[in-house]
């Protein structure tokens, strides 16, 4: 049977005391580094004095505008020196920032603006006209809306925030928070209905940083980090903020898309806030991965500084990982983490890797496979994924029916079916919705992905079932290719049979420009589901 699983190191890490705010943590964990660079831009450099000071200014500055503790504030900006120092400054008064996609429609915001009841709202320029369209949809009032980077000239009800920061003292004392209090939100990208705002508390980002940036990653006060995962995101907040923070490294930020060119010259140091800076440490998603593989020119080895890779975001395939490590001679670190669980609790290691599996329970959680009665799930089947651990979410705002279908007393489903294996690591089979049976028998649609990834010709692939005339599930593989690279329908198959059980093999495969995907790489199979109905 498929027990509770955990890590046996003991993480040996104390817990927060009963005061605790995180931001006046990271102030207190950072004070002797003064002008060492916290965060590099495009703009320049924002020193360890410099965030202390801008942070508790913007503060004071909130707490001038009436906004009492517990009330939100939204931040809607691109990841540039604002967004820590905003980000920090709200929990520093004890206020909750509220930290939403950037590449999201007016409607989204609208309802965020709704269900959050944001007070004031920190937005970057760019995306002001978003916020005003989605404020008129709402008819949703702010106290005030400042402006990062503005690109016109702003309404009186607006300012700017380098203005807004140099009109306030900073911020003597923090908010007497405790490390259970609300900290902070994030939005859940579900794949139907609306995202759920899941609120998060001070000592959760704690958690994360000990657990895993320091337990698993080793980061060190030398390392430079540089995400391509964005700042809202879960996974990128640990990477590019709460990570490097807790240890006084420096965080490399980008506020455009992570295309590969971009990312090269991040790699390289060619950013002009800082030349010939170079990244230690890159945390990627298993499509970015993909396709920096498939550019043209990559980077040399010895034009890079890169120690270590990490992936998360869905598994990485086994394929993907090997090729990056011949490519550049370092590791990727796979994991899975959650908006709910605010970052990875089940990692390789830089040590110990497996490529094709998502690792080992961190140390601190603890990890249990339970079938479809909710009854621990067989040796060598796949189960659905639990968790346990300090880093869990509080609540979903709100909506007290998903958030007891998800936070069940200590455990929070997540969602995901996976195997355990022999040596103790996990393999990922898919979201428990995904996962198909196909004569009887359960086939995840990754391991068919994964599998058809590793023909040359293939850039990407999804795998959904489909309901014959018979109303059997078959398998059918959606399949992008390469610039440039042909294959057709019946060659794929066979190279899947070749690796597989036959029965594993998609019975029909299309060619797609594309896949349908969320704003952090994730496949989304439900909308080739949707297409798939619509076509019959």
């Known amino acids: 049977m498929n027990a509770a699983d955990n890590d046996t190191t003991d993480p040996g890490v104390s817990a927060p005391p009963a005061r605790f705010n995180f931001a006046a943590h990271l102030i207190e964990r950072n004070a002797a580094r003064g002008s060492k660079a916290a965060f590099v831009d495009d703009h320049g450099a924002l020193s360890y004095a410099a965030l202390s000071e801008q942070l508790r200014r913007v503060a004071a500055g909130l707490r001038a505008l009436g906004i009492r503790r517990e009330e939100r504030v939204l931040v809607l900006m691109h990841d540039n020196n604002h967004w820590p120092v905003a980000f920090l400054g709200a929990m520093y008064a004890g206020l909750v920032p509220v930290a939403v996609n950037t590449l999201l429609s007016a409607d989204d915001y609208a309802y965020m603006l709704e269900h959050s009841r944001a007070q004031a709202a920190l937005v970057s320029g760019a995306l002001l006209p978003m916020l005003n369209a989605a404020m008129v949809k709402s008819d949703h009032e702010l106290r005030k809306v400042i402006v990062s980077h503005p690109a016109a000239p702003l309404h009186p009800s607006e300012q700017d925030f380098d203005a807004f920061v140099a009109a306030q003292q900073p911020l003597l004392q923090p908010s007497a928070t405790g490390p259970d209090d609300p900290g902070f939100w994030l939005y859940s990208s579900g794949s139907t209905g609306r995202p759920k705002g899941t609120v998060h508390s001070h000592a959760n980002p704690y958690w994360t940083a000990e657990l895993y940036g320091r337990g698993v990653l080793g980061l060190r006060e030398s390392d430079v980090c540089f995400s391509a995962a964005k700042l809202f995101f879960a996974y990128g907040l640990g990477n590019a903020l709460s990570f490097p923070l807790s240890v006084g490294a420096t965080t490399l930020l980008m506020a455009e898309r992570p295309t590969p060119e971009a990312v090269f010259k991040r790699w390289t140091g060619g950013i002009a806030g800082a030349p010939g800076l170079k990244p230690t440490v890159f945390y990627g998603a298993p499509t970015g991965y993909a396709g920096m593989l498939a550019h043209a020119q990559l980077p040399a080895r010895d034009a890079i500084a890169l120690r270590l890779a990490s992936s998360a975001g869905e598994a990485l395939p086994a394929e993907i990982g090997e090729r990056f490590e011949r490519a550049f001679g370092i590791v990727i670190v796979d994991g899975i983490g959650s908006t709910e669980m605010l970052h990875i609790f089940l990692s390789n290691r830089p040590e110990r890797v497996r490529y094709g599996t998502t690792g080992w329970p961190v140390a601190g959680y603890r990890i249990e496979l339970r079938d479809e009665n909710g009854a621990a799930a067989a040796s060598g089947e796949p189960g659905e994924l639990y968790i346990q651990g300090p880093s869990a979410a509080l609540?979903?705002?709100?909506?007290?029916?998903?958030?007891?279908?998800?936070?069940?007393?200590?455990?929070?489903?997540?969602?995901?079916?996976?195997?355990?294996?022999?040596?103790?690591?996990?393999t990922y089979c898919g979201r428990s919705d995904d996962m198909l049976k196909v004569s009887g028998i359960y086939v995840s649609p990754f391991e068919v992905e994964a599998t058809l990834v590793q023909h040359p010709a293939v850039l990407e692939a999804a795998v959904i079932g489909v309901t014959d005339a018979d109303g059997l599930t078959k398998t059918k593989a959606f399949v992008v290719l390469k610039s440039g690279e042909e294959a057709d329908a019946a060659t794929l198959q066979a190279f899947v049979k070749d690796r597989l059980a036959a029965y594993k093999y998609p019975r029909s495969i299309e060619f797609l420009s594309e896949l349908p995907k969320t704003a952090t790489g994730k496949i989304q199979r439900f909308r080739l589901r949707e297409r798939e109905a619509a076509a019959r």
């Open 395 to 426: 609540m979903y705002w709100g909506n007290r029916e998903k958030t007891r279908e998800t936070f069940q007393g200590s455990w929070t489903k997540s969602g995901d079916k996976y195997l355990r294996n022999d040596d103790g690591s996990y």
